[in-house]
Every structure is written in structure tokens, then in C-alpha cells.
């Protein structure tokens, strides 16, 4: 039997929604242009080609190494593309989506990407193509809802502020706003006006949010109520507080030892 | 430190569970106007700048929808926040009033709590904008600006005078 990995412990629909986050098993809610999206990134021109920085590798020659051999480079890595960043914000209020699960999702599921985890805000670097890849993926997908997470490159903190009285998350810059009925972005990333309107669709309701979310919450999933993932957690900080950087000499925690239980305080 | 007395009057705070529209902003606080005994209003909340303050941006117009101009009673003013939260002061307790009108307001939850929200007593930042307290006419004028107003937005001549 092939190995699936479980990626996240836990029962209720927030551990499930982690899971699905890691594994990349998302589903798609949305359609965004290409050229919408990269209007709304602000690196480049729609329409207009990749920048570069260093010639496509077929045609540099490369040294003769096995390590450049066994590894196939990257589309914007072949074609020489351009660093370039993407940035969302995730409001605390039952977003679907948090900083660390868009950086489980990136680093596990697209190949090339440096995912930066903040508290308020997660980015990624990657080469142009392959970053616009990774993002269209995440914001057609139901880790972002429109009124709720966003891309942003600066000035992220609404996130951890009330939603407005529309359920839009607070956003300095007003690069999203509700139009009849739908989030319409017309500003890129930093806030620079854009010549045409996104529509990212309709906002998900209060109920849907709970249900895609994956932030544990009083008025929601209790963390406390998780016995499955608290256990894994007091695992983990044992055996990395007593054992350093060799866990597996754990002796109460080896394989054949039996359950260890741990208990909250 | 601030003792309060029974002289004093009381302070509010209107907590909403969402950030208030400039269009729910207006109403509030023209209803607040209209009870009796209220003298100080603040609203507070997250800024709305005119223009991109950092980034590549920088520089570039905003242009907020929620930095409306909004009419209070006789006044018109433009909103230079996001409503997160009024303080109010009046001069008897009014407690019940406040929250029957925001009951009527607010189609969701609110916190409301009484407290001491606003300054009686004059801090170094107000000697500097305002200059020292016996010439100060208005002393309900403490409390009621964004500290991190720009000093040369209004300080003292004597400060002035200081520096040069």
C-alpha cells in the first residue's frame, strides 16, 4: 500500500482544513487571469515578457556537475526570470488561510519558492513564472477568500484588526473594496493604481469562513478541544527541550514504548 | 496619579464588534449630540492617510472611501480614521441612554464600558502643543488630539522660542 502522508494530527474540520493546506488537496473557487494577475502583483506590464537577469541555461552552458544534472531547474529558473515577490494577509477573523499553512502550502507543493512566514503577513520569493504560478494557484483556491485574506505588499495590518461593518478586513489602502456584491481589486500589491478591475468574486458568508478555516478559535474550534494535536505538540517540545537535536534517543518516547500522554496545564 | 471624584464627570467608551461606516459614524455621533449632559466626543480607530506613507508606492493618492466629510450637529469635518471607538464624556450618567442607542444602532454586538478614557490633567506633550496649563482657556481640549500629531502642527510660543 502507497504511503500517504498525514501531514497534520487532529480531528475536527480545522485540523482537516490544515491538512488540506499542506498537501496542497485545495479546492479551486476562482478564476483569475493571468493578466489580472499580474496587474494586481505590479511587477511587470500584462502582457509584457519576462524580464531577465541572466541568459536561459541552455545557453549558458552550465559546468558539468551532478548535482545541476539530477536536479531539473525551475521554467523561471531555466529561462533566467527575474526574484520576484507575492504577499498575503490573512485577517484573524476565521480566515481560511494562515502565514504558516500558505508557507506549508508553497514549500511543499511548488519547488523554487523561499516562503517567508510573519505573523501578520507570509510571502514568497521565487522566480517571476514561478511565483505568479504559486500565487494564482493560492488565490484561485479556497485558502484565500477575497474579503478576508488579501495580497499585499505592505502596510499588512488589518489583519489583526475588527472587520468592517461589509465583513471587508481593514485595509489602509483600499486595494480591495465591494462592488455589487463582489471584491474588486484595482490597486497592485503596494497600492498603486491599476488600469483595470479585478473581480475576485463574491466573499465567502460568516459560516463558510468557519467552515474553511484553519485558525483555531474561542468563538470556533477550541485549541484546547484538539487532544490529538496538543499531545503532538507536548511530544515534540519534550522531546526537542530534553533531547536537543537527538530525538530519537528519547527513551520514553521510543517506538514500542507504548502512548505517552501528556497533559495540559 | 488621577483620583476621580463624584464631581468629576463620567467617561464612556463605545466598543462596536465591527469598524463603523462613515454613513453609521455620522448618525452615532449626531445622536450622541443630541443627549443631554454629553460634552466630549472622540473617535478613534486605524488612520486613513491621503497618500502610499511607505513602500514603492510611496507618494501615490489613497483616495479612501471611509475619509468622507461627515456633519455633526453644526460642524463638518472629514474623517481621518477608520471608526473603531467613540469616548465620550458627560456630565451626568447617561450609561443607559448610550446603550439604548446603540442597540438601536448596531445590527451586531458592542462592548460598552465606563471608565476614565480621556485625560483631566495636562502631560508634557500637551504643555508642548498647548503651552502651560494656566494659559490654557479650553481645558477639554486634553485628551481629545493624536499624540503623535506633528509639533509644528501647534505648539507653544514659548517652545518655540526654546528651539530658536
Redesign the interface.
Known sequence: MAYTPQYYPGASHVAVNRRKHMSGDVEKLRTVSDDDLVAALGHRAPGADYPSTHPPLAEMGEPDCPVRQMVEPTPGAAAGDRVRYSQFTDSMYSAPSIPYFRSYYAAINFRGVDPGTLSGRQIVEARERDMEAQCKAAIESEMTCPALAGLRGCTVHGHSLRLAEDGMMFDMLERTHLEGGNVIEDKDQVGVPIDRKVNLGKPMSDAEAKKRTTIYRTDGVKYRSEEEVLDHVHLVHHRRTMYGYRPETAAETAPGVGPVTYHTV | MVTTTDSDPVQYEIF??????PS?AQELLNRLEQIEGVTRVLVQG????LT??????KG?P?????REVIRVGDQVMELQV?V?RIRLEAENDVMEEVRALCEELFP?PFELKEGLFLRRKATVTDYAKYGPDEMVEDKDIYGMTDPNMSPTAKICESCVDTRE
Not at chain 2, 16 to 21: E, K, T, V
Open positions: 462596536p464588534q465591527r469598524m463603523l461606516d453609521s486605524p488612520r486613513l492617510p502610499v506613507p511607505s513602500g514603492p508606492g501615490v489613497v483616495d479612501h472611501q471611509a477608520k473603531g451586531f
